[in-house]
C-alpha cells in the first residue's frame, strides 16, 4: 500500500513538500499492519458447534462441553428431542467372565444404563440394574467397597428421591474410577470411563434417528470433540491393552466417527449417516457387552 499525496487535502492549504511526504510513509506502513491483524483475528467458528461439524445450515448451538457428565449428556439429549427413554433399554448382559478388560467395559456400559434409568424414573429397572453393577465390580474388586452405596441408591430410587439420585449416581461412578486407581488398575479405570461414554452415545443416537429435525442431527455424536477427547482417553490406556482384539473395534469405531463427523466437505448429515452411526455404536456395544 502506498501513500502518494500529489495535491492539498484542502484547497487552502500550500502543496506539500517532499519532507512533509516522507513523513507520512511510517504512517501508511503502521495503517497497513493495523489492517492485516484485523483479518488475522476475525473470530472463528467454534471447533464443537454444529456450524463446525455439519456446515453453516443451522445456529451454532453447542451440544457438548468438556464439563459435561455422561448423565449431563442424557439429560442435555432429553431437551433436544422427544425421548422414550424406556424404550432404549438393553438386555441384561452376560455374567462376568474372568477377562477383567471387558468386565470394566461392561461395567462402563452399565453406569450408561444407570444414567438412562434415571432419566425414566423407573426404580425397578434401576435396582435390576445395580444388582449387576454390583457384580461387575465383584469382579474388578471393588465389590465390597461399592455394594453400601449402590444398595443406598436403589433405596432412593424406590423412595422415589430422582432428584438426590442424580448427584448421588454420578459421584457412585466417580468412586468407582477413584477406587480402581488406588488398586493401581489405570487401564480398568479408563475403560469404565469409557464404556460409560460409549453407551450413551448409543442411547443419543437412537434419540436422534428418531427425531425428523435436521438441526438435531450432529446432536448423534454430541461433538466432534467428543469423539477425539473419547479416542485421547483410549491413548492413555497401556499398550498391549490399546492392541488387544477385545479394544480394537472401540478405536476403529472412534476414528470412522470422527473422520465423517468432522469432514466439513461432506456438508450437513443426512438421516442415512445419523443411521450408519447409530448401527456402529450399537454393534460395537453388543459386541463387547452382551455377548
Same mark, same amino acid.
Given at each position: 500500500?502506498?501513500?502518494?499525496?500529489?495535491?492539498?487535502?484542502?484547497?487552502?492549504?500550500?502543496?506539500?513538500?517532499?519532507?512533509?511526504?516522507?513523513?507520512?510513509?511510517?504512517?501508511?506502513?503502521?495503517?497497513?499492519?493495523?489492517?492485516?491483524?484485523?483479518?488475522?483475528?476475525?473470530?472463528?467458528?467454534?471447533?464443537?458447534?454444529?456450524?463446525?461439524?455439519? $456446515?453453516?445450515?443451522?445456529?451454532?448451538?453447542?451440544?457438548?462441553?468438556?464439563?459435561?457428565?455422561?448423565?449431563?449428556?442424557?439429560?442435555?439429549? $432429553?431437551?433436544?428431542?422427544?425421548?422414550?427413554?424406556?424404550?432404549?433399554?438393553?438386555?441384561?448382559?452376560?455374567?462376568?467372565?474372568?477377562?477383567?478388560?471387558?468386565?470394566?467395559?461392561?461395567?462402563?456400559?452399565?453406569?450408561?444404563?444407570?444414567?438412562?434409568?434415571?432419566?425414566?424414573?423407573?426404580?425397578?429397572?434401576?435396582?435390576?440394574?445395580?444388582?449387576?453393577?454390583?457384580?461387575?465390580?465383584?469382579?474388578?474388586?471393588?465389590?465390597?467397597?461399592?455394594?453400601?452405596?449402590?444398595?443406598?441408591?436403589?433405596?432412593?430410587?424406590?423412595?422415589?428421591?430422582?432428584?438426590?439420585?442424580?448427584?448421588?449416581?454420578?459421584? $457412585?461412578?466417580?468412586?468407582?474410577?477413584?477406587?480402581?486407581?488406588?488398586?493401581?488398575?489405570?487401564?480398568?479405570?479408563?475403560?469404565?470411563?469409557? $464404556?460409560?461414554?460409549?453407551?450413551?452415545?448409543?442411547?443419543?443416537?437412537?434419540?436422534?434417528?428418531?427425531?425428523?429435525?435436521?438441526?438435531?442431527?450432529?446432536?448423534?455424536?454430541?461433538?466432534?470433540?467428543?469423539?477425539?477427547?473419547?479416542?485421547?482417553?483410549?491413548?492413555?490406556?497401556?499398550?498391549?491393552t490399546r492392541r488387544s482384539e477385545l479394544m480394537q473395534p472401540?478405536?476403529?469405531?472412534?476414528?470412522?466417527?470422527?473422520?465423517?463427523?468432522?469432514?466439513?466437505?461432506?456438508?450437513?448429515?443426512?438421516?442415512?449417516?445419523?443411521?450408519?452411526?447409530?448401527?456402529?455404536?450399537?454393534?460395537?456395544?453388543?459386541?463387547?457387552?452382551?455377548?
Open positions: 500500500m502506498n501513500i502518494l499525496v500529489s495535491a492539498p487535502l484542502y484547497p487552502s492549504e500550500p502543496f506539500l513538500n517532499v519532507t512533509s511526504h516522507r513523513s507520512l510513509l511510517p504512517l501508511g506502513a503502521a495503517l497497513l499492519a493495523v489492517a492485516q491483524l484485523s483479518a488475522q483475528i476475525q473470530p472463528q467458528a467454534p471447533a464443537d458447534t454444529i456450524a463446525a461439524s455439519a $456446515g453453516d445450515f443451522v445456529a451454532r448451538t453447542v451440544f457438548w462441553t468438556e464439563d459435561q457428565t455422561p448423565a449431563d449428556f442424557l439429560e442435555m439429549a $432429553g431437551q433436544h428431542t422427544k425421548a422414550r427413554w424406556r424404550t432404549l433399554y438393553r438386555p441384561q448382559p452376560p455374567n462376568p467372565t474372568a477377562d477383567r478388560l471387558k468386565a470394566a467395559f461392561t461395567l462402563g456400559s452399565l453406569i450408561g444404563e444407570t444414567f438412562l434409568i434415571w432419566q425414566a424414573g423407573d426404580a425397578q429397572q434401576f435396582r435390576n440394574n445395580n444388582q449387576d453393577v454390583v457384580q461387575y465390580c465383584r469382579i474388578l474388586g471393588v465389590g465390597e467397597k461399592m455394594r453400601p452405596r449402590l444398595m443406598a441408591q436403589a433405596k432412593m430410587a424406590e423412595m422415589d428421591e430422582w432428584k438426590e439420585l442424580r448427584q448421588e449416581i454420578v459421584d $457412585g461412578h466417580q468412586e468407582i474410577i477413584r477406587l480402581l486407581r488406588e488398586q493401581m488398575d489405570e487401564d480398568l479405570a479408563l475403560l469404565v470411563d469409557l $464404556g460409560a461414554w460409549m453407551r450413551s452415545l448409543e442411547i443419543v443416537s437412537k434419540l436422534v434417528v428418531e427425531t425428523p429435525e435436521v438441526d438435531k442431527r450432529p446432536l448423534c455424536i454430541g461433538s466432534p470433540a467428543l469423539l477425539a477427547d473419547l479416542r485421547q482417553d483410549f491413548a492413555k490406556l497401556s499398550r498391549d472401540v478405536i476403529l469405531v472412534l476414528r470412522e466417527l470422527e473422520r465423517v463427523w468432522a469432514d466439513e466437505r461432506l456438508g450437513p448429515p443426512t438421516s442415512g449417516m445419523v443411521a450408519r452411526t447409530h448401527q456402529q455404536l450399537r454393534t460395537l456395544m453388543e459386541d463387547l457387552t452382551l455377548k
